[in-house]
């Protein structure tokens, strides 16, 4: 009557660590869509909209757009010219507004690899958060908007 069996133990400690997993895995959900919850796609109507330096916060990442439709990168997620890559980018090409104004499409002097395999080009997302206009390193995260918001330079 009080024997127990070895294999009940195991049973529900792996109960515990599926519903441990299932809950950190909602957390982490919820997390995401809160950053996310007050991001939405905009548009710029003009190409001078972005013109400037665009910082990451807490980091010494910077791009720099300039009139005559060049840019400049510093430390810029690698991801944004491939979706697989780590590390960062350091460089400058060209960039054009995008689909219809919700975007910025970048094409690099010296990409890194891989990125001429895209079927789209590399491109950060104009979004509006709360506070004014950013430019997104969009996720490829199921319901994740963006990686890392870009902020205007001057604004603090």
Do not use: Q
């Not at 400058?92 to 970048?106: F, T």
């Amino acid at each position: 009557m009080g024997e127990r069996r070895p294999g009940r133990r195991w049973r529900r400690a792996a109960v515990v660590v599926v519903v441990l997993g299932v809950t950190a895995g909602g957390i982490a959900h919820w997390v995401a869509d809160r950053l996310d919850a007050d991001v939405e796609f905009t548009e710029v109507s003009s190409p001078a909209a972005l013109v400037g330096i665009w910082r990451l916060d807490d980091t010494d990442t910077r791009i720099r757009f300039t009139a005559d439709r060049r840019f400049t990168a510093t430390g810029l997620p690698a991801e944004v010219f491939t979706p697989s890559a780590d590390g960062t980018f350091a460089g400058g090409g060209s960039w054009r507004v995008g689909d219809g104004g919700r975007s910025v499409d970048l094409k690099a002097d010296d990409p890194p690899p891989g990125t001429d395999a895209l079927a789209e080009p590399p491109s950060l997302g104009v979004v509006r958060n709360g506070d004014g206009l950013w430019l997104c390193v969009l996720s490829g995260s199921p319901g994740v908007l963006c990686d890392y918001l870009l902020r205007r330079a001057d604004d603090t």
